[in-house]
């Protein structure tokens, strides 16, 4: 299904600013939302869970209109908010099984049946006896992802989800994401520019309420190709070089610091060229350098 999100805004009581006229396009496969911390990923995300309220702009899931037909969308959605909690005590099969009740599968021989596949497909079905409290950190988003998929929807939303997996778990949880990406609509949001590159066709950069740039990864990667320099500085010389080039990102490799700076012609003083990554695409974004390739969002 394809979302259209129109101007949407919203200012919190105290006046913060968390929003402010948001249009995106965002058709079925996997679709970043990549910004900082307070971009406003997750207000987006509620007022598109349904679970919060805009003040203006209008949101479309092909033809329903998301803000008005509430109960509609809640049936073709799966939300796994930033915050999921679990209860600790209970197991994963139980709390699963009181999901898809909730849910409204009533008859238990099917629910059965579905509870085993999703414990199945986030491959939780060996621990499915064991309490919640016990799981790690990825085994509790793979559950989060079992109960987001409950009543199979076309739309999933899922907040910052790889927050503090070890890099084993996140390539796992990435698998998980690619398969269900595979003929819906997921929205991934993220703070985390390697969730974007390894999985999504197509991304957005927000940082402070505004979309910044949209468009396909590669694409994007390519619209900065020559623009990007690199070299090693001392810490003693950074200063410096940060107060006369635009530098994006400084890195320390090996205990040395390497920058990147955004310029349209080579800086000279040993600068080197290199091929952009996402990475300089998203630096580059948030330092205010790089909007011309806005694209049509
Ligand atoms: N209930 C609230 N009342 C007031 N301000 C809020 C509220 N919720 C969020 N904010 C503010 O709105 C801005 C956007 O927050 P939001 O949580 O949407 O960002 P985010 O991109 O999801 O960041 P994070 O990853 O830190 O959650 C931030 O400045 C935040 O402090």
New binding site residues.
Partial sequence: MELRIRNLSKT???G?V?LDRVTLSILPGMFGLL?P????????MRILATLQECDAGSVFLDDIDVLDEQDEVRRLLGYLP?DFGVYPKVTAYELLDHFAQLKGLAQRGRRREVVDGLLQQTNLFEVRHQKLGGFSGGMRQRFGIAQALLGDPRLIIVD?PTAGLDPQERVRFHNLLSDIGDDRTVIL?T?IVSDVADLCASMAIINK?HVLLCGEPARLIEGIEGRIWTRFVTKQELPDFQQRHTVISTRLLSGRTRIHVFAERDPGEGFEPIHPTLDDVYFATIAGRHNALAGNC
Avoid: M
């Fill in positions: 919190y009581a105290n913060v968390a910004g911390n307070g971009a406003g990923k997750s207000t987006l930033q910052e949001s703070h309420g």
